[in-house]
T-cell receptor
Framework: NAGVTQTPKFRILKIGQSMTLQCTQD?????MYWYRQDPGMGLKLIYYSVGAGITDKGEVPNGYNVSRSTTEDFPLRLELAAPSQTSVYFC????????????FGQGTRLTVV | GQSLEQPSEVTAVEGAIVQINCTYQ??????LSWYQQHDGGAPTFLSY????GLEETGRFSSFLSRSDSYGYLLLQELQMKDSASYFC??????????FGPGTRLSVLP
């Protein structure tokens, strides 16, 4: 009964390094999302996907890339990490879009130094 | 674009009733969701309103007025475990969620 699984849970990156945040869901959901949450703030949509092979930009896509080669996986790539990308990253999925419950992973706490 | 407004903080005592308001401006509104997030945790779904009116789920109710671009979450019989942040989120063209800034609820004994 895993739901949405994110790895890693914590990571410290140096400025200019790159990394991939992994997200996988076992509920066969079509829609998947990546959000970032800065301390004391709301969640900002980075990218989303309505199905395998289809991705689209959200509110704050700059500095990130995504791919969706399978229904289960939706990795988020950070290229050339910057201190402004220090945040908690949440992956989520939903069955048929925003009119259904979204299930969130436990988050990845990323610090860029 | 979209913008949502919520009060930043609300405080109430155990057993009381509290209402958390949300106003929104958006071009592709399909509905309004509410999520709860405890400190250090992930958001969890509470409710979704597509039509005007009140939806009740146990101690929690959610209201929507599309003509006023306004909704609220009503929490009754408050318990200490209800202390958390509450986010409204606009259903954007049925495809994704745009979240509000969140309201931090503190329940006092």
């Amino acid at each position: 009964n895993a739901g949405v699984t994110q790895t890693p849970k914590f990571r410290i990156l140096k400025i200019g390094q790159s990394m991939t945040l992994q997200c996988t869901q076992d509920m066969n959901h079509n829609y998947m999302y990546w959000y970032r949450q800065d301390p004391g703030m709301g969640l900002k949509l980075i990218y989303y996907s309505v199905g395998a092979g289809i991705t689209d930009k959200g509110e704050v896509p700059n500095g990130y890339n995504v791919s969706r080669s399978t229904t289960e996986d939706f990795p988020l790539r950070l290229e050339l990490a910057a201190p402004s990308q220090t945040s908690v990253y949440f992956c989520a999925s939903s069955q048929s879009g925003a009119n259904t419950e979204a299930f969130f992973g436990q988050g990845t706490r990323l610090t860029v130094v | 674009g979209q913008s949502l407004e919520q009060p930043s903080e609300v405080t109430a005592v155990e057993g009381a009733i509290v209402q958390i308001n949300c106003t929104y401006q958006t071009s592709g509104f399909y509905g309004l969701s509410w999520y709860q997030q405890h400190d250090g945790g992930a958001p969890t779904f509470l409710s979704y309103n597509a039509l005007d009116g009140l939806e009740e789920t146990g101690r929690f109710s959610s209201f929507l007025s599309r003509s006023d671009s306004y909704g609220y979450l009503l929490l009754q019989e408050l318990q200490m475990k209800d202390s958390a942040s509450y986010f409204c989120a606009v259903d954007n063209y049925g495809q994704n969620f745009v979240f509000g800034p969140g309201t931090r609820l503190s329940v006092l004994p």
